[in-house]
């Protein structure tokens, strides 16, 4: 696709998605910058997350911000220290390195998660512990043991539920008493790691940057940046104000799959077809200008009798399994998010990757089991892709046009030669890049990368919005058109104070240009809101035991 077929922009560079989502971020940071002037930090932090937030899937043509990161900072420096009950001294001198991962939230499903319980357990030259900034549900239980099993702790700052500047300073003083480094792997819009951080002291500050397409906090806070691939690092380095990055993968564990004849039964897959497979958010699949995956996928069953294809992670079954049936009647299986994808993987041919946006964890787990990987690199935001992860330069899975992504997958359908040779390379590639002993080397590298204390970053270059920029603003209102400022300030509302809810209340009742309009739960104080949410889950839990017992 070039520049001038990217829908809802302007020949001349200029984009009103762009401009609008502009001048939305920008009244929403003066709007925090004025409550941090009339001596209201904790309103100003909880303003500017829903700023971030707004700007994270509402492409404002930045991929940081320097008046918001110098924001935090202010802010960073009010928090008074503290040192509650409980409180972790430093044990004692085991000879390991002591690294601290700071989550937003762990969750079952997607790699995200996934990406920091193989850190921990490919990192064995460190003790791990886990703070989760806003978890309330119980860690995933993988994740719980990867921590415990690597001699850590873990502990969530939302429990019991405190404001942002309390759980910052929690932040800022479990780090200083217990850790060597720390790793940030952070929700994009997260504010708690920005304001434990945006002091001098304590522990260097290691960036994870796994949401390397949208724009992101922690610029200040992190004294390096660690990169997954080098597009990731050109942003870095061009567009968010980074002078300290290198690129550290995406860590990966050796596993066993399960025997492809068994993952086949499981899934009632006759023998005799060739399966295709591709796994991802809906996000990620929604057609977008020439980008249609399901289309593609629908053209390419249509030229292979005995193809199928599994479609796993789409929250939204009903309405993707619909139109793909529309296209291709009983060829498409989809499927919801999983926790264990591992049957699918095993039972898979050829990967698909999404159009227009890649699942780059994804590819890279399959990828790594022998299976040849189809991916697609748009030329004018090459980031969606996972052309440049350095396990994939070199070989040959990356098409540049729809077309070509068909052949590709035409070929490795018609040849189970090709599939083998081009499996048998993508996984010795991916491993070499992805698992120890290759990974941990590139992890020292970052390490070795960080001083010996932790330094506030200041301010650098961050570049101008371009082709690019117009491409990430048009996809994401194409994936959620509804998307806007009231849902930032719906999904942050509870951190504040019961002063600051009620003027948002009256705020919505006065009505007029620009007013929000928040559901009801949004004015509730988020201890009752985790009251409730656990009300329901144990109802649910108690209920489906009930229906079970009944049923025996």
Known sequence: MDAAAIPACAADGASPLVDEARAVFDATVERAVRHFERGSPGESAVWAQIAAHFATYRHAGIYASDAL???????????????????????????????????????????????VERWVRSDEASVHALVATAQTEPLPPWL?????????????????????????????????????VVVLHGHPYDVVPSLA?????????????????????????????????????????????????????????????????????RLQIPESATVLLTSGKDFKFVPFGDHDFFALAARILARRETAILLAVGLHDVRRWQSAADRRAPGRVRVFGPRAEIADFQAAADVYLDPMPATSLTAALEVGALGCPVVGFRDPVQPIFSSADDAAFAGLAGHARSPAEYERRADALIASAELRRSEGSAAAEAI???HMSPGWNRALECALDALPRRHRV????????????????ASF????????GLSSCVAASSRYFDTRARAALFLEGLRGGEGSLHLPAKSHLPERWLVIGKRFLTTASSLGRRISHSASR
């Open 476 to 483: 994401e209102s194409a994936g959620d058109p509804g998307f």
């Open 144 to 180: 719980s043991r990867a921590v415990r099993g690597a001699g850590g702790f873990y502990e969530s700052l939302a429990l019991p539920p405190r404001d942002l500047l309390w759980r910052a300073s929690r932040l800022r003083q479990v780090a200083r008493d217990w850790a060597d």
């Open 457 to 472: 970053a200041s301010g650098g270059s961050y570049g101008t919005a371009g082709a690019g920029d117009r491409f990430l």
């Open 69 to 115: 990161e110098a924001l935090l900072v202010e802010i960073a420096r009010t928090l008074p220290p503290i040192r509650p009950a409980g409180s972790r001294a430093r044990p004692g001198d085991s000879g390991r390195r002591r690294t601290l991962h700071v989550m937003t939230r762990a969750l079952p499903v997607g790699g995200h998660t996934r990406a």
């Open 197 to 265: 951080f945006g002091v001098d002291g304590g522990p260097p500050v290691l960036l994870f940057n796994h949401s390397d397409a949208t724009f992101w906090l922690g610029a200040r806070a992190a004294d390096v940046v660690a990169d997954m691939r080098e597009t990731g690092r050109r942003l870095s380095l061009e567009r968010r104000g980074i002078s300290r990055s290198v690129v550290l993968p995406i860590p990966l564990v050796r596993r066993e799959a399960p025997p492809r004849e068994e993952a086949r039964r």
């Open 431 to 433: 491993r070499t890049v």
